[in-house]
């Protein structure tokens, strides 16, 4: 690719993300969600297509954001959320219903707080629909508030009690909505049972509660039976009805453990195991370069209640997988480790999968699950993202201490000769994994000529328990010395230039290339982003609880109590920093406070070092949620800072 063609910051004003999808019953369509208008171009709002063969409409022009899709049973209809307008000028998302042939879209629901993105289920009989929903009055903002919740804000949330839901259930046709729980907490999913007389939902948050739920309500009387409990880590587990009234849900997280598939049984109480000895990581996380909230959890029953079907990470790939609810323990792998799929739709033998790699942006495809055969519903950007500027190469190696071996993978820019200048791209998580999956930043790095290192080092998802645990209570040891010999590797194999190397991460890889940048001299610059630099100031972010397991110690009981945070925090060693460093923040993030990025770059400047600091206002944790205007931003800061100091082999520090 000659430097004319390359990719650009720019090309983010054009790149589409997918958002989500769902099967039509009995037919071959398929509804979806992306960030377009006009199926080419990035909008700033999201909006419903229809896919049929190779014909693509959307479903309910609007000008606005449209999210959630779900077919009624019969496939005639398109029950969705639409942000909606009230008389006072204030946005809030309403329940609407479209037919799938195409008309009039009615709005249900004027909720003055609007609904949850838990829903919207269709009743077995599409006579109804449940939704998330809040009808209390909105907030002021501009008076005092109180908090009294243990889990009280969330990043992308942001204060818990503005989005508390309850379940609702409204007529599809139209009519009042009938309020069928009153819990005080936050809707994660809603799942309307097989049989139409009661809805699976989870819940987190509730006033005085550190755990998350998974209850069933019956409909109408509002009874409630408990599934499961659990301690809230950041995430929630998701369930799904079986046929026969049972119910599959997952394990809890556990920060750096496995996860199982449960079974259970409202009737009886009685609870099995379905995959304890799973070979990888069931809902791991591969860090995705794009917004991919469209690749969460779930599990997906099939009509005879034979199999649950989920996604597995085993090292660096995401793979569709079944495993069987009752009998013996079985488990099938459905695709193949070269690439990630994520299953997010079921019907009959139609498996709707998100499918993507290191060359694939994220686009749908239905897999047969009697044959394994994969037939593609979108092309989400292939009008002009047409051939990647890089060469992928799959590196592995023994640790130095020789305990295990480490997966990395080395993108080789297709513009120039090796040894290429080069950026180490760290994951976060840290219970993460980079691998088969597609990343923007990936993109435009070697489309500028640089070469971009992958590294899954101990303490990340995929590998088994063992590797996970290693960074517990210890922090910045083994991680490091994974990184800084996958560098040596890529040095050694001579993909990379040995002096031109630079590092970059966000989140846990932002705690990693400060820890790198003063724990080591191997990097000419730095570039992290919505870092960890000050454990102690962790605390104040949304999830404090798991700051302490990871730290393996309970803060506020005394200097011993708190030495880990301070040994383990790069504020603590801001003067021995070896490279210019950008601290890049999201002034809106939760999940590292903003103030962790304004303790390091001021430490920085007082021990006289090469800082500088860019701020994007209003984004949370995730950048690839951010407007187009501030992902084009972005990524110009983070190539400039790579020029700067890598561009030239004998460039002055």
Request: proline share 6%.
């Amino acid at each position: 690719m000659d430097s004319e063609a390359r990719y650009r910051p720019s090309d983010l004003l054009r790149f589409v993300d997918l958002g989500g999808g769902a099967l039509v019953p009995g037919s071959s369509a398929v509804v979806y969600v992306a960030n377009t208008l006009d199926g080419e171009t990035a909008s700033k709002d999201t909006a419903l297509w229809v896919s049929d063969g190779a014909k693509h409409r959307r479903l309910a022009p609007a000008n606005a954001a449209q999210s959630g899709p779900a077919v009624s049973p019969d496939g005639t209809l398109v029950a969705f959320l639409q942000v909606q307008s009230d008389t006072d000028g204030n946005d809030a998302t309403q329940l609407c219903v479209c037919p799938l042939a195409g008309g009039e879209t009615t709005v249900l629901t004027s909720f003055a707080r609007g609904t949850g993105p838990a829903g919207p289920s269709w009743s077995p009989d599409g006579q109804h629909l449940a939704v998330d929903a809040s009808d209390a009055p909105r907030r002021d903002p501009e008076l005092a508030y109180r908090v009294t919740r243990p889990i009280w804000r969330m990043d992308g949330m942001g204060l818990v009690e503005d989005r508390l839901t309850d379940i609702f259930v409204v007529p599809a046709t139209g009519g009042q909505p009938h309020r069928l729980t009153s819990a005080g907490g936050v809707i994660s999913f809603l799942d309307w049972s097989p049989d139409g007389t009661a809805i699976l939902f989870g819940i987190f948050g509730a006033p005085g509660s550190t755990t998350y739920e998974i209850k069933i309500v019956a409909y109408p009387d509002g009874s409630i039976t408990e599934v499961t409990s659990a301690r809230y880590l950041a995430y929630t587990a998701v369930a799904a009805w079986l046929p026969d009234g049972r119910v599959a849900y997952n394990s809890p997280w556990q920060i750096n453990r496995r996860i199982d598939l449960m079974v259970f049984d409202p009737s009886t109480g009685s609870l099995d195991s379905r995959a304890p000895d799973t070979d990888g990581q069931m809902f791991g996380l591969v860090q995705a370069g794009f917004d991919s909230r469209v690749i969460g959890p779930r599990i997906l029953v099939d009509p005879g209640g034979e199999w649950a079907y989920v996604y597995i990470q085993k090292g660096g790939s995401m793979l569709t997988t079944r495993i069987a609810l009752s009998g013996e323990i079985r488990i099938e792998t459905l695709t193949e480790p070269s690439y990630s799929a994520v299953p997010i739709d079921l019907d009959g033998t139609r498996l709707l999968a998100v499918r993507t790699a290191h060359t694939e942006p994220a686009n749908l495809v239905v897999i047969d699950t009697r044959t394994g055969a994969a037939e593609a519903v979108t092309e989400l950007n292939a009008g002009w993202l047409t051939d990647m500027p890089f060469d992928v190469h799959h590196l592995a190696y023994p640790t130095a201490d020789g305990e295990t071996e480490i997966e990395g993978w080395y993108l080789a820019p297709r513009q120039s000769a090796a040894p290429y200048p080069t950026v180490l791209h760290i994951h976060g998580g840290p219970f993460a994994a980079h691998g088969e999956i597609f990343n923007l930043d990936n993109l435009l790095l070697t489309a500028a000529g640089y070469g971009v290192l992958s590294v899954n080092f101990r303490g990340g998802s995929g590998y088994g328990d063992a590797h996970a645990a290693m960074l517990i209570g210890d922090w910045g040891r083994y991680d490091l010395a994974d990184l800084l010999q996958g560098v040596e590797v890529a040095v050694e194999g001579g993909l990379a230039d040995g002096d031109r190397v630079a590092s970059f991460g966000l989140s846990g890889g932002g705690y990693l290339t400060a820890w790198l940048l003063t724990h080591s001299d191997r990097f000419r610059a730095g570039v992290a982003e919505c870092l960890v630099s000050d454990w102690v100031g962790m605390l104040g972010s949304d999830i404090p609880h798991v700051i302490a397991t990871w730290m393996d110690s309970q803060p506020g009981g005394g200097e011993s109590a708190m030495a880990p945070y301070i040994r383990m925090a790069p504020s603590s060693y801001a003067a021995q920093c070896s490279a210019p460093l950008l601290v890049l923040e999201h002034e809106a993030d939760l999940r590292c406070p903003v103030s962790q990025g304004d303790i390091l770059y001021n430490e920085l400047k007082l021990a006289g070092k090469q800082a500088e600091m860019l701020r994007l206002p209003g984004v949370p944790h995730s950048p690839f949620t951010a407007g187009l205007r501030l992902r084009v931003e972005r990524a110009e800061a983070l190539l400039e800072w790579m020029d700067r100091y890598l561009r030239h082999p004998m460039l002055s520090l």
